[in-house]
């Protein structure tokens, strides 16, 4: 990705962000703190990740 269209992006995502009411922004949060996180990740880490992507990219 050029750097141009990455500056773009990032400035586009930052005025989103700045863009939504306060009260929407708390709502994501809330609904982002409610999910539960994957077992795996949540007891051993990155590294069931990691490796279920290395097994994907050599099939």
């Not at 809330?30 to 996180?37: M, R, V």
Request: proline share 7%.
């Amino acid at each position: 990705m050029p750097l141009n269209d990455y500056v773009k992006y990032l400035t586009e995502r930052i005025t989103s962000y700045i863009d939504t009411p306060t009260n929407e922004k708390r709502e994501q949060k809330l609904k982002n703190k409610s999910e539960e996180p994957v077992y795996s990740n949540k007891w051993l880490g990155i590294l069931p990740f990691a490796f279920k992507i290395i097994k994907k990219k050599f099939e």
